[in-house]
C-alpha cells in the first residue's frame, strides 16, 4: 500500500497570524503528532502564497486581508511542522492541480489530508485530488483540521463524506 500525508496549508498566518483562530492554534500539537507518523518520503505540504498584488486579485477583493505574503514570517510552515517534506506545492489560490497530479502520477493507494481551513483549502485540495485520481482512497483527519469557524469546518466534513471522502476522528 502506498500512502501519502497531505499537509495543507500550516502556515503561521493561518494558525495564530492574520487568520489565525483558537481552532487552528488547538490543533497543533495533534498536527506535529501525525507529521511524525509518516516518512518524510510520504508526505508533502501545499503552502497558500500571495504576493503584493494580494487585494487586487478576486480572492483578495472577497478577504481583504494580507496574508502568506511569500517569504515573510506569516507564509512560513509552523517551526515544530518544519521535519522534512518530499515536496512543497506552493500555490496562489485554494486548491493545487499541480499536488492533485502528483498524487495522480505517482499512483498512491491512499492519502490522507489535515491542515487548515478545512473549508477553504483542504476541501479545496481533497476535491481535486478525487477529481484527479477517483479511485485512490482519501481520508480527512478531523482532529488535525480547523475551519474558519466550527460550523463551517463540520459543514466541509460533511461535504466531503458525500463525495466519498473517509472523514475520521469526526
Request: hydrophobic content about 40%; overall charge negative.
Amino acid at each position: 500500500m502506498k500512502k501519502l500525508l497531505v499537509v495543507v496549508d500550516f502556515q503561521n498566518d493561518f494558525i495564530d497570524g492574520s487568520l489565525g483562530t483558537p481552532e487552528a492554534q488547538n490543533i497543533v500539537p495533534a498536527v506535529i503528532n501525525k507529521i511524525k507518523q509518516y516518512p518524510k518520503e510520504a508526505r508533502v505540504a501545499t503552502m497558500d502564497t500571495h504576493f503584493e498584488d494580494y487585494l487586487t486579485t478576486q480572492e483578495g477583493k472577497n478577504l481583504p486581508v494580507i496574508h502568506c505574503l511569500k517569504e515573510t514570517e506569516g507564509w512560513q510552515i509552523r517551526r515544530e511542522a518544519q521535519i522534512g517534506f518530499e515536496e512543497i506545492f506552493e500555490k496562489s489560490t485554494f486548491g493545487s492541480t499541480s499536488l492533485a497530479e502528483y498524487v495522480r502520477d505517482r499512483n498512491f493507494t491512499e492519502v490522507e489530508l489535515i491542515g487548515v481551513c478545512t473549508d477553504i483549502c483542504v476541501v479545496s485540495n481533497a476535491l481535486l485530488i478525487k477529481a484527479y485520481a477517483p479511485e485512490t482512497k482519501l481520508i480527512v483527519d478531523a482532529d488535525c483540521c480547523a475551519g474558519v469557524s466550527r460550523e463551517s469546518h463540520l459543514a466541509a466534513l460533511k461535504t466531503m463524506q458525500s463525495c466519498q471522502i473517509e472523514v475520521i476522528n469526526y
